[in-house]
């Protein structure tokens, strides 16, 4: 069975910064892509990140571009998301996500739980 557990969320104060994490289990993590996406307080989903399952390859919204910086561990089964210079936009609950191939062209499959990032003086 596909597990996605996310960690790090909380809460930080504008232009700080946050660490996420996503431990997997259920597949082989190093044959796939990885995403983050999140949902801002009444709003839909929005794609955050991606990295290719290698790690070597990854792509960001326009709306992170600079400040955020995915990476991944694929020894350890786990997904990172580091935040920097967060902005109250940036408030919302962070899912990581699976990807159905090698690279991110075609989407996502699974998400977890999801974190909580809330930033706010």
């Known amino acids: 069975e596909v597990q996605l557990v996310e960690s790090g969320g909380g809460l930080v104060q504008p232009r700080g910064s946050l660490r996420l994490s996503c431990v997997v289990s259920?597949?082989?993590?190093?044959?796939?892509?990885m995403s983050w996406v999140r949902q801002a307080p009444g709003k839909g989903l929005e794609w955050v990140s991606a990295?290719?399952?290698?790690?070597?390859?990854?792509s960001y919204a326009n709306s992170v571009k600079g400040r955020f910086t995915i990476s991944r561990d694929n020894a350890k089964n786990t997904l990172y998301l580091q935040m920097n210079s967060l902005e109250a936009e940036d408030t919302g609950v962070y899912y990581c996500?699976?990807?159905?191939?090698?690279?991110?062209?075609?989407?996502?499959?699974?998400w977890g739980n999801g974190t909580l990032v809330t930033v706010s003086s």
């Open positions: 996500a699976k990807d159905r191939g090698t690279n991110p062209d075609y989407g996502m499959e699974y």
């Open positions: 259920g597949f082989t993590f190093s044959n796939y892509a």
């Open positions: 990295t290719w399952s290698g790690g070597g390859r990854t």
